[in-house]
């Protein structure tokens, strides 16, 4: 009874008797290796191991820290079972500590003590899968023979021994552990107390047990598992058939005649055998017999119909699809013709308003530009329909006429030019008196104004309230006595300022009419604002004007009015010199003489630095043209005509790139139509789309255009090797005779 009794004890699993999984050893978690065996990172000396005292030259033992009564009781306890008989203790197991050399990792395994060492290699081999021929086992640093067993080595039964195992072979055949890190945590053998100390081996699965569930205490918080989470899973069956298989999921039919065999009959009633028909029951076949071949021509007829159902409902899918991408692309044309016309109605509407109320330059560009069209026909026809003294007649009449046009446009542009003049003084004195801004680090606008800022402001609402014609004669004193007291400082500016707003306030106590005080009150803003802009007064204008430095630095000579002004107002056009004429003698010029229009350039490189923006952000040539650089581009090199349609109307032409895959410059360009133009990127390769003949036309203006924008020192670093000429385009030269008659 106690025998069998220390055998229970012994032979605890986890699973019956262990705690619950929150309660368990770190790397507990279910990854363990196969029951029986375990492999550590290094020697367990943290963990409270106990392991029962073995026999002679068993390795050392554990000292287990438990009073003296509970040590003899437990002794007693190993007396009553020790086997009785030496076929009995050959089969008892022990716990073998095997350290692996020189990693110092710990395989600990259960084996039988009447077994051999040979035995005992083999089953470490198979672990660390290398050959059991390369495995040297030691114990106390002497080399154990294969023959021998663990109890001729002096291992008692339920006891431990240690060992040492090397690899004669390291290089070859290393002893490396083939169980996972987290693992190496989990002890190999733990102390269960029951009645007595047991040693009890860890078991560990080779593969993640299922959660089934459990409990939860409500106040100590411990989880416990179901039994069924920590006892080995249930092993599948291994069928004989292959069930995952195609032979599986297809079946065969085959067709095979069978005939009866000759001794099979049918019981029935004769001479001497009566058969009972009470349990006989009749069978009526309801409707006609079906064949089988009738039976799976019905079943086609089905499958036949059953598509022609389905294809019929894929085709109305295609239908819808097709319909929506046909009213996409209907939408999408409509929207780009009413751009188109919405477009051409804004031009329009631009002209026309150009036309009657100008105020920008390029409106009178346009003006001048109208005028010297109607010139030209009304010259045309007078040189056409009359001769002698009548065309003369007719030629100085037609000349009166542009004289008065050209003095109506010039009052208007007078007129416009104070306006603008009058604007620029607003939006400088709003520039000076605005606060400094900056974007701080979480994106929100910082302002802040200082002691400048505020003086700007004043100077700015003084100065409104001075330029404000009409107003009462008391606010009007108010005012100029504000301004006679904001002037301190004594200078020759400010000494005429004070004499004139003293000479106005005497003339309107003498009551003379504000029409009679224009020119003064004219005169007294002007001072102001020239005290305004004197950053001595005005510190904050002083970022706002042209210094000295400047004018001294980058000045040029205009060969036209002979004055020295700004590199910015001269035309950087390619091919022009570094000291021509400045741009306000060249729009002069333009006035009197060629009257042309630029705006309509100023569209299209506008819209062609948009395009090339939006394909590549880092373009540079569409932003180093000017208007003039566009100009000859269009006029000189493409003559102002679409490439493919020859449309000669300047407004609906558009700049876009000859090839689509090469960043936009004057040799790599068309000049089409905005409703040529799209259809013209979506080609891939121009020299299959177009003709041999059209291309070489196009590469002969990329020459021309090459070799004008070179000159520019900018522009040739952009400039890119000649390319080859395409094979079957090369220009062969040939020797021309030329016969004169005589």
């Not at 099979?264 to 029951?281: E, F, L, N, P």
């Not at 569209?603 to 180093?624: G, M, V």
């Not at 400039?719 to 062969?732: I, M």
Request: glycine share 4%.
């Amino acid at each position: 009874m106690s025998e069998q009794r220390g055998n229970e004890e012994t032979n605890l699993q986890p699973g019956a008797g262990a705690p619950p999984e929150d309660d368990r050893e770190p790397g507990g978690d279910g990854h363990e290796e196969q029951a029986g065996r375990s492999t550590t990172g290094e020697p367990q000396a943290d963990h409270q191991v106990r392991e029962p005292p073995g026999g002679e030259g068993a390795g050392s033992s554990a000292v287990t820290d438990v009073p003296e009564e509970e040590a003899e009781a437990r002794s007693a306890l190993q007396d009553e079972a020790e086997p009785r008989g030496g076929e009995d203790a050959g089969s008892s197991t022990a716990t073998v500590k095997v350290v692996l050399v020189p990693g110092g990792h710990v395989m600990t395994v259960a084996f039988a003590i009447g077994l051999r060492v040979q035995e005992l290699k083999l089953q470490l081999a198979a672990e660390l899968r290398v050959p059991a021929e390369v495995l040297q086992i030691s114990l106390d640093g002497k080399v154990v023979e294969e023959q021998w067993s663990l109890m001729e080595l002096g291992v008692q039964p339920q006891g431990s021994t240690r060992m040492e195992m090397s690899s004669t072979d390291p290089t070859a055949h290393p002893l490396r552990p083939l169980c996972p890190p987290e693992r190496d945590n989990v002890p190999d053998v733990i102390t269960v107390r029951v009645q007595t100390e047991v040693v009890v081996e860890i078991e560990r699965p080779p593969q993640q047990k299922a959660f089934l569930g459990g409990y939860r205490h409500r106040l100590t918080e411990v989880e416990y598992h179901h039994a069924a989470a920590q006892t080995p899973p249930k092993r599948r069956s291994d069928r004989e058939l292959v069930v995952f298989s195609r032979d599986t999921q297809i079946a065969h039919v085959r067709s095979r005649a069978l005939q009866c065999p000759v001794d099979v009959a049918t019981q029935m009633t004769a001479i001497g055998c009566h058969i009972s028909c009470k349990s006989d029951r009749l069978v009526a076949v309801h409707g006609a017999y079906i064949t089988a071949e009738e039976y799976h021509g019905a079943r086609l007829r089905a499958v036949i119909r059953l598509q022609a159902f389905a294809r019929r409902w894929l085709a109305w899918q295609q239908m819808d699809r097709l319909r929506k991408d046909r009213d996409q692309r209907l939408a999408w044309l409509e929207l780009q013709e009413r751009r188109r016309k919405w477009e051409k109605e804004e031009q329009l509407r631009d002209h026309r308003r150009c036309q009657t109320n100008p105020q920008r330059r390029k409106d009178f560009e346009l003006l001048y530009h109208a005028l010297e069209r109607w010139r030209r026909e009304e010259e045309q026809r007078i040189s056409m329909t009359l001769q002698g003294v009548e065309r003369k007649v007719a030629l100085c009449s037609l000349l009166e006429q542009e004289t008065k046009l050209i003095s109506s446009i010039e009052e208007h542009r007078a007129a416009a030019r104070e306006d603008g003049r009058e604007q620029a003084v607003i939006s400088l004195l709003d520039k000076s008196a605005a606060p400094h801004q900056w974007r701080a680090a979480d994106g929100r606008m910082v302002s802040i104004e200082n002691e400048h800022t505020i003086r700007a402001r004043e100077l700015r609402d003084l100065y409104e309230d001075i330029s404000r014609s009409s107003v009462s004669r008391e606010q009007r004193l108010h005012v100029l006595l504000t301004l006679k007291h904001t002037m301190k400082v004594h200078c020759q500016l400010t000494r005429d300022v004070v004499g004139l707003i003293d000479r106005e306030v005497d003339l309107m106590t003498r009551g003379v009419k504000a029409a009679s005080l224009e020119g003064l009150r004219k005169r007294i803003s002007t001072l102001f604002l020239q005290y305004i802009k004197t950053p001595a007064f005005n510190p904050e204008v002083a970022k706002l004007l042209k210094n000295a430095s400047q004018l001294k630095n980058g000045t040029f000579l205009c060969g036209a009015c002979s004055c020295y002004l700004l590199s910015s107002d001269f035309s950087l056009a390619a091919g022009a010199r570094p000291r021509g004429r400045c741009r306000n003698c060249i729009n002069l010029d333009n006035i009197a003489r060629s009257r042309k229009v630029f705006f309509c350039y100023e569209k299209i490189l506008r819209r062609l630095r948009a395009d090339e923006q939006r394909l590549n952000r880092e373009a540079k040539i569409p932003f180093l043209l000017q208007v003039e650089d566009l100009q000859y581009l269009v006029e000189v090199v493409w003559e102002s005509r679409s490439a493919l349609q020859a449309s000669s109307d300047i407004y609906d032409l558009v700049l876009v790139r000859w090839e689509r895959r090469t960043d936009w410059s004057p040799w790599n360009c068309i000049l089409l139509s905005k409703d040529a133009a799209p259809a013209h990127l979506e080609v891939e390769d121009v020299h299959k789309a177009y003709e041999a003949t059209f291309i070489l036309s196009i590469q002969h203006k990329h020459v021309l255009a090459r070799r004008h924008f070179s000159q520019l020192s900018v522009m040739a670093e952009h400039l890119d090797p000649w390319p080859p000429a395409p094979l079957g385009y090369q220009l062969v030269s040939k020797t021309i005779t030329i016969l004169r008659r005589r």
